[in-house]
């Protein structure tokens, strides 16, 4: 306004300027309906109230595609709210430059620098607050939306990175860790994705961890670490069908599987006294055979045996080592049973295995030693009991009819029937004896004379005996 200009007038010119302009620009809210027109571009006017002129601009409206709204290219600072229905963002842009994309349900500051519509602020220093969300409902909040809004969206498109950065020794701007997601398939209705999370090792971002759909994979190892005793990991499956789960998979992924490859061990460590980490036992498969349709594996389980991993057992592989199929193999030889008998009734099971020795005190059918002695050594697998035994007769006085010895396992009954027969013979002369017999359900062998008599003994003699027979359990 020049010298000598609007004479009578130039008040109500500044109040509009300064008063209804001015705060228009600064806290100005504007309500417009987009129109799903190509470019809604905002009125401009000088001197006058206008669109272009509000602070605050909230767009409307059913949209059917992306569309723009036009702003001001001079220099200004806006807020841009994408209120529209449809599901599809607006483009906030000058009107020869380009712009930025505001998605839908998203409220944006937008500066305009002359030439083009600019993200206004994309980067702090310092603490940055944090997000309060107040409302007391079942409502999720708050929400941090990452929206790639491309229009040709694709397999491995990253739709967003979260990202730590640092210094590094020589003052050097040093990404430290990511998080990003991966489109894996776009196809609507099958959509698919992955958020892999990074770490810088050796100044080369690694991708350690991947999560999909499918499955979380752990590239590398992985630590779980608690202070606490108990569970430290559990899986899972709601399955309520009859397919198997949950599964753990151990999976050597090699291009060229070789006989001897060990596929995978799980181990059990410790500290040992000297505070040094201990491998104590380890259950692991080896490949055996890797041609397809023929392939062939073992198993192993061993521990720690005088600070040496020592084998216990061997499924698909002898005691020395090495691959036999069917076979299951104790290369340390020794396979121990309850010391009480747990019976099965199944005729393919094997539920009992006993080595021994009694010394029970032999008697006689009638009459009585004045001074014997009597010896058993036994062995029993499952019901088959295995005898060899021997009756020392320092004095024989007047004993009589048969001699008799408890045996270490009652018989099995069969229907009232002499259950076993053995026989004796006298070791001091050399003679044969005769037989030794168990009756049905007895747990005595009484030896006579293949005649039903007393066995030949004299004082000072030795009888040695053998029977076999099936015990009650």
Do not use: C
């Amino acid at each position: 306004m020049a010298t000598g200009d609007q004479s009578g007038t130039w008040g109500d010119t500044t109040n509009t300027n300064l008063g209804t302009l001015l705060e228009q620009a600064i806290t100005g809210y504007l309500s417009v309906a987009q129109g799903d027109v190509a470019n809604l571009t905002l009125t401009t006017t000088n001197g006058a109230s206008d669109q272009a002129r509000n602070a605050v601009v909230r767009v409307t409206g059913a949209l059917t595609a992306t569309r723009n709204v036009v702003i001001q290219t001079a220099n200004k600072l806006y807020t841009i709210a994408n209120d529209t229905t449809g599901g599809f963002s607006i483009v906030v842009k000058t009107a020869a430059g380009t712009g930025v994309s505001v998605p839908p349900g998203a409220m944006v500051d937008v500066y305009s620098d002359g030439t083009n519509a600019v993200q206004a602020a994309n980067y702090w220093t310092g603490s940055i607050g944090g997000i309060a969300y107040l409302d007391a409902g079942a409502a999720v909040g708050p929400n941090f939306d990452l929206f790639r809004d491309s229009t040709s969206p694709a397999i491995s498109d990253i739709l967003g990175r979260l990202t730590w950065n640092g210094r590094d020794s020589a003052a050097n701007k040093q990404e430290y860790a990511s998080i990003e997601s991966v489109i894996v398939s776009p196809t609507s209705t099958t959509e698919g994705g992955t958020l892999d999370f990074y770490a810088t090792v050796a100044g080369t971002r690694t991708r350690h961890m991947s999560m999909s759909a499918g499955a979380t994979a752990i590239i590398g190892t992985a630590s779980i670490n608690s202070t606490a005793a108990g569970t430290l990991l559990t899986v899972t499956s709601t399955e309520a069908g009859a397919a198997t789960g949950p599964v753990l998979d151990l999976f050597r992924d090699s291009a060229s599987p070789v006989a001897a490859d060990q596929l995978g061990r799980i181990q059990f460590l410790g500290r040992d006294s000297a505070n040094a980490i201990t491998t104590f036992g380890t259950f692991a498969l080896r490949l055996d055979d890797p041609v397809d349709g023929s392939e062939d594996a073992s198993f192993s389980l061993a521990a720690v045996i005088a600070g040496v991993s020592t084998g216990y057992m061997h499924w698909g592989r002898d005691t020395a080592n090495t691959a036999a199929a069917s076979v299951v193999a104790l290369p340390l030889g020794q396979l121990q049973f309850p010391y009480t008998q747990n019976p099965s009734s199944n005729a393919n099971t094997l539920d009992d295995y006993e080595e021994g020795t009694t010394s029970p005190t032999p008697t006689s059918g009638s009459g009585s030693f004045t001074s014997v002695n009597g010896v058993i050594y036994y062995t029993k697998i499952g019901k088959v009991v295995t005898l060899n035994g021997q009756i020392g007769v320092t004095t024989n006085g007047t004993a009589a009819t048969s001699i008799l010895i408890a045996v270490p396992f009652t018989a099995l009954s069969q229907s009232g029937n002499n259950h076993a027969v053995g026989n004796y013979y006298n070791r001091s002369t050399g003679a044969s004896g005769g037989r030794v017999t168990i009756a049905d359900s007895s747990a005595t062998a009484t030896l006579v004379t293949d005649v039903g008599g007393y066995p030949t003994v004299a004082d000072g003699q030795v009888l040695n005996f053998s029977v076999v027979y099936l015990a009650s359990a």
